[in-house]
Every structure is written in C-alpha cells, then in structure tokens.
C-alpha cells in the first residue's frame, strides 16, 4: 500500500546489488542503512539536513551518503557516524 509516499506494509527495501544490510538506526522520521561494505544509505525526512546531504529536500528511496562507515546511531533529528578510521561526524538538529 501506498499512500502518498507512505508505506502502511513491511516492503522490501532495494539496496545495491550484492550488499547485505549490517545495521539500521532509526530517527523520528527517517531511517540509516548501514551495509556490510562501510556504505551508509539514507531515506525520510531532511527537515533538518539530519540525512546529512548537505540540503534539506525529504529522501524517498535508500540514497548513497557515505562510504567506510564502522557505525551509524540516530536520535530524533540528528544522524551520528563513526568512519572506519574512528572519527566521528554528525548532521541534523544541534538541540538535543
């Protein structure tokens, strides 16, 4: 079912070929994809440039943003990433 973006049933996410999910984090309204090769794939709401794409429009499907990711964490509006070389970024809301 969709209804204006929305998906109101468990659906099969497309990924890239060959690449199996390792990790999700979830946000208030918009998800992270870690996948087994250090890629991070991102989709939902940008509000607040929480997606990290540099702009704020809302993803609709899984969007390539970052590759050597060890580790990705989520809050409300703000995405948190670990890079393989153990440095750490963050994007999205600075209030909480």
């Known amino acids: 079912d969709d209804n204006d973006g929305m998906k109101t049933i468990p659906h099969l996410v ?7 999910a390792f990790s999700v984090a ?6 992270l994809i870690l996948l087994n090769n250090g890629e991070v794939y991102a ?3 940008n509000r607040l440039g929480q997606i990290g794409l540099g702009d ?3 993803v609709r ?4 943003i970052g590759k050597r990711i060890k580790a990705v964490s989520a809050g409300g509006e703000f995405s948190l990433f ?4 153990g440095r ?3 994007s999205g809301s600075n209030f909480y």
């Not at 497309?14 to 199996?20: F, G």
């Not at 979830?26 to 998800?31: A, E, I, R, S």
């Open 14 to 20: 497309k990924l890239p070929p060959v690449r199996e």
């Open 26 to 31: 979830l946000g208030l309204d918009f998800t």
């Open 43 to 45: 989709c939902g709401s």
């Open 56 to 58: 704020t429009p809302s």
């Open 61 to 64: 499907e899984p969007t390539l």
């Open 82 to 85: 670990l890079t393989q070389a």
């Open 88 to 90: 750490a970024y963050s």
